[in-house]
């Protein structure tokens, strides 16, 4: 049993084989909350866990909508028999992880977590760093993940037989985020995944490696070098927002990185060829959509409300610059204070589906 308080940064402990196999490590009287399509998917998933004589086995409809307080308030409601030693493990994609991240972050000041991601998505990105959050309605709009907690696992089950129900879009959306952080963190390995795209297992663990790497080195975010891993995140939030949250969120990061080449272009930042080349080679590995999806998307919107989005976004400024990850290479980034003359100037062209 680790010293340290719970949820408190620790390495990744990962571990790959079967959930029934890797179940048999939980305590008995944990609370388990699982994404309900999941359960139904993968027939044996609960009655593994109910062997574990669980105090509570809490589902989830899975998607944006589960990150609210009202499936926060679910989870803590069954929670509340759980001992301080106790544990609380997520079976589900990011947003059943994030809802159990915030539920284990409180449920008696903190208990120990165990993340089990369900998506490609999940398991490149979000079971990992710590970060949890759920979503608040601000003006009529869903505001992505400004209330959320730190709050690390001690394990991550990593079963592939769960990757076996994904659909194409939903390995697509992850296979996304694992070239994003590819492309701004290691160049090497940007080049290898272009002459051959990797399996699935090896995009998870180069992945979690890259993530890692960071992470250790900034576990709370106190020194800004996680906002790296942003790269696509600052416009992808407000095209998932104006998409009504049917844009999912590996999609909306990949409309979003296309943007932030153009927004680093036009500013001199990141060399026309990078551009190019990272555009070409994410839609010709992960398959990130063209952009007239974010054309359909935004320009049925005002300016107005998009700029409103923005500010409301927890990397936003002070005077309503934009905090935004730029490349200055394959491999290479910078966080970069963007004011609001530049994405308005690029706007136009964005709605029109154009590269400007």
Aim: with cysteine; glycine share 10%.
């Amino acid at each position: 049993m680790s010293s340290l308080p719970p949820g408190a940064y620790r390495p990744p402990a990962d571990r790959w084989g079967s959930f029934t196999k890797l179940a048999s490590r939980l305590p008995e009287g944990s609370v388990a909350v699982v994404d309900r399509t999941v359960a139904r998917l993968h027939p044996t998933l609960i009655p593994t866990l109910e062997a574990r004589s669980p105090r509570a086995i809490i589902q989830l409809v899975g998607g944006e909508r589960a990150k609210s307080m009202a499936s926060l308030e679910k989870v803590l409601a069954g929670g509340l028999n759980l001992p301080r030693s106790g544990t609380l493990v997520a079976v589900g994609g990011g947003t059943v992880g994030d809802v159990a991240t915030v539920a284990a972050h409180l449920l008696k000041r903190g208990v120990r977590l165990v993340q089990v991601p369900t998506t490609l998505l999940a398991a490149v990105d979000s079971s990992l760093g710590g970060k949890g959050a759920v979503d608040l309605t601000v003006r009529g709009r869903v505001v992505k993940n400004p209330a959320g907690v730190f709050h690390y696992a001690d394990e991550t089950w990593l079963c592939p037989e769960l990757y076996a129900t994904l659909s194409d879009a939903q390995v697509r959306e992850g296979s996304i985020e694992a070239w994003k952080m590819v492309a701004s963190l290691d160049a090497g390995l940007f080049k290898r995944y272009v002459r051959t795209p990797p399996a699935l297992e090896k995009l998870v663990k180069d992945a979690r490696g890259l993530k890692e790497g960071i992470c250790a080195k900034d576990p709370y975010e106190h020194q800004g070098l996680r906002r790296v891993l942003n790269f696509g995140h600052t416009f992808g939030h407000v095209l998932e927002s104006l998409s009504r949250f049917k844009l999912s969120h590996g999609d909306a990061v990949g409309l979003g990185i296309l943007w932030a080449l153009d927004v680093g272009r036009h500013l001199g930042i990141t060399p026309e060829p990078v551009a190019h080349e990272v555009e070409r080679a994410l839609t010709r590995g992960p398959g990130v959509l063209g952009r007239d999806h974010a054309a359909e998307l935004s320009r049925r919107e005002s300016l107005k409300d998009v700029a409103a989005l923005l500010d409301a976004d927890k990397k936003a400024g002070a005077k309503g610059e934009l905090r935004m990850v730029l490349l200055t290479a394959v491999g290479t980034a910078e966080v970069v204070d963007v004011m609001p003359k530049t994405w308005r100037a690029l706007w136009p062209a964005w709605t029109r589906g154009a590269r400007p």
